[in-house]
């Protein structure tokens, strides 16, 4: 999946492209079952995604492979805008019951606010949920259900760093943030900027506070139950606010690039691929950045997780793929036809497609899913911390709380304009207007 402009202030939703809309294939509800001109005699389906390009080729590719194995369901894919007005037809078909048969959507809180259910098919018990990995069907249940399968890889916030740069100074990975702070200084030392900073859009701010989350939840294991009952605070949890220090930190001992207030991603990955810095707070999604900006440099980047105060309990903040579901709109043969697609999605031929179609920037979280041999550095080392169980899920997977001036904030803390102390304390009060706009209980 390709890191483009965001379409929500998640860092899952960062990773979505912001591209115009296509026109929405023009079809009734009643258009979306059965097709007496398929050609193939069987129950004809549809399955929307988002207008993406490389989610239109990716979409298509495997309704393709789908209905050449047999001839029983048809698929034909169609498109939704991005962003805001993609959530909202999203909801609405929901709410009025003209959702296509099959869609893909995100995993985590942006699944939850879908009601799920009351809105979508329980999975629970389908024999194909078998094998999708256990770390992922949290992220697409509620209740006791599970309504999804996994569309795409897992992928991990944390640091993407020059290897070169490291061989040549005798880095070695740091395992805690004093380790990171002395790899700094050694770099800065000779003269390479030692962490790369791209306020130039806004959210690339947010990394060092939300990547941070693993370290949170092993300091404080309740952290994200207490945190949506109103009860812990930024401000106030000694390991929530370490994001925010670290951020004050980094620009407090000079260790960013000079042009960080107007340096794009673009810039820090080719900075970062010339050895003119050496690590990037960031989401390993920007494989395809790198690809598509500096293809010779590939090789030269790997990634490691952000790390925290203790070594002992390193480990990575993941994010997950977006899920494929059924809504309950769809029911009959239509149903059945939608549930042999997805036992289709959860098999290696599946996945090797979605390989063939983008580069993967982590595991698939099915089994029998190999990613193929000449994946990048950075995929190898993301897929390293889900095959060792050292991750744990990004808090908008655990939590629906996320307040939207976070990236602004940050941006000052980045730039001494605020401190740490007094940002997260300003975080507090932005969280707390949209957990009561959400009208959670104990806010």
Same mark, same amino acid.
């Given at each position: ?46 399955? =929307?995604?988002?207008?993406? %390009? #490389? !989610?239109? @080729?990716?979409?298509? &590719? ?5 209905? /050449? ?99 040549? =100074?005798?880095?070695?990975? %740091? #395992? !805690?943030? @004093?380790?990171?702070? &002395? ?5 800065? /030392? ?104 500096? %293809? ?50 959860v098999t290696p031929e599946s996945c090797d ?23 990048p550095q950075i995929t190898e080392d993301v ?61």
């Open positions: 999946m390709a890191f483009h402009p965001p379409r929500s202030r998640s860092l899952a939703g960062l990773t979505a492209l912001a591209l115009a809309p296509l026109v929405l294939s023009a079809c009734s509800a009643g258009s979306l079952g059965s097709s007496d001109d398929d050609g193939g005699g069987g129950t004809s389906i549809t399955f =929307l995604v988002d207008n993406a %390009p #490389q !989610t239109i @080729a990716t979409a298509e &590719a495997l309704a393709d492979d789908f209905n /050449a194995q047999q001839s029983e369901v048809r698929v034909e894919v169609e498109t939704r805008p991005q962003g805001t007005e993609g959530d909202n037809l999203v909801k609405t078909r929901l709410q009025t019951g003209s959702m296509n048969d099959v869609f893909a959507y995100n995993s985590g809180s942006l699944f939850q606010q879908l009601a799920p259910q009351s809105s979508l098919t329980p999975l629970t018990g389908e024999a194909f949920l078998d094998g999708v990995d256990d770390s992922f069907t949290p992220q697409v249940s509620a209740g006791d259900e599970v309504y999804g399968v996994p569309l795409g890889t897992a992928f991990g916030g944390g640091v993407l760093y020059n290897r070169k740069v490291y061989e040549q =100074l005798g880095l070695q990975v %740091p #395992q !805690t943030w @004093a380790d990171f702070i &002395a790899n700094s200084e050694k770099i800065k /030392a000779a003269g390479i900027a030692p962490v790369v900073q791209t306020y130039g859009e806004t959210w690339t701010s947010q990394l060092l506070v939300l990547g941070d989350f693993h370290n949170v939840a092993a300091a404080n294991p309740s952290f994200a139950e207490e945190y949506t009952a109103g009860r812990a605070k930024y401000a106030t949890d000694a390991a929530a606010i370490k994001g925010f220090q670290h951020t004050q930190e980094i620009h407090d001992k000079a260790l960013t690039n000079a042009d960080y207030a107007s340096a794009k991603v673009e810039d820090g990955i080719r900075m970062l691929a010339a050895g003119e810095g050496a690590q990037y707070p960031l989401l390993s999604t920007n494989v395809a950045t790198i690809l598509s900006v500096a %293809p010779d440099k590939i090789g030269d980047i790997g990634f490691f997780a952000l790390p925290g105060d203790d070594a002992a309990t390193n480990g990575l903040t993941a994010w997950f793929p977006g899920g494929v579901y059924v809504p309950k709109s769809t029911t009959g043969e239509e149903l059945e036809a939608a549930k042999k697609f997805l036992d289709y999605l497609i979605q390989s063939e179609k983008s580069v993967p920037t982590g595991p698939y979280l099915v089994e029998g899913c190999e990613l193929p041999g000449d994946v897929s390293a911390y889900f095959d060792s169980e050292r991750q744990s899920p990004a808090l908008e997977y655990v939590s629906p709380i996320k307040g939207p001036a976070l990236e602004q904030i940050l941006v000052e803390v980045g730039s001494g304009i605020r401190s740490a102390e007094d940002a997260a304390a300003l975080y507090d009060q932005d969280v707390e207007k949209q957990a009561q706009q959400l009208g959670l209980e104990g806010w």
